[in-house]
């Protein structure tokens, strides 16, 4: 953990540290929890949704030659030559 130190207006403060009165915690806790909702929160959602995704199509046995399945993809829709 590293140590910083913020300027915070003084109705932020105020706020902060009413909220951690009836909360039972400190103003720096409660900063560290905003913070962390706000930049880690997202990029815990993302990386959630993102596994879900992991082996999603794993049984599609079309996709068992993947090399194969890119070329039928592709077929026909190189450049100067027409669409089949």
Do not use: C, N
Not at 17 to 36: F, I, K, N, P, Y
């Amino acid at each position: 953990m590293r140590r910083t130190q913020l300027f915070l207006d003084d109705d932020l403060w105020d706020v902060l540290r009413a909220r951690a009165r009836e909360e039972g915690t400190t103003v720096s806790d409660l900063v560290r929890q905003a913070a962390r909702e706000r930049y880690l929160g997202k990029l815990e959602e993302r990386r959630q949704a993102m596994q879900a995704l992991v082996g999603i199509r794993k049984d599609r046995s079309e996709l068992s030659d993947s090399v194969e399945y890119v070329r039928r993809l592709r077929h026909g829709r190189r450049v100067g030559k027409p669409l089949s």
